[in-house]
């Protein structure tokens, strides 16, 4: 029962992904967004996706040797 509440939640995720990019192309439309704005959220992902992986990448070296 875990396992198919799991797949269900997993699923909800991916309809609310595909979402995101109509939800946007509406927004510019209605003038909501401007393209400045969408620049510095591309900018913003790049960040945390460069420091998500540096984070992994250097998080094993970091560990305490015992």
Same mark, same amino acid.
């Given at each position: /029962?875990?396992?198919? =509440?799991?797949?269900?939640?997993? !699923? @909800?995720?991916?309809?609310?992904?595909?979402?995101?990019? @109509?939800? /946007? !192309? %509406?927004?510019?439309?209605?003038?909501? =967004?401007? &393209?400045?704005?969408?620049? @510095?959220?591309?900018? &913003?992902?790049? #960040? $945390? $996706? /460069? @420091? %998500? $992986?540096? !984070? #992994?990448?250097?998080? #094993? #070296?970091?560990?305490?040797?015992?």
């Amino acid at each position: /029962m875990a396992v198919a =509440l799991e797949q269900e939640m997993r !699923a @909800r995720v991916v309809e609310a992904e595909a979402e995101v990019p @109509r939800a /946007m !192309a %509406e927004a510019f439309r209605q003038g909501n =967004l401007g &393209i400045m704005d969408y620049y @510095r959220m591309k900018n &913003i992902q790049a #960040d $945390s $996706s /460069m @420091r %998500e $992986s540096i !984070a #992994d990448a250097g998080g #094993d #070296d970091q560990a305490p040797k015992k």
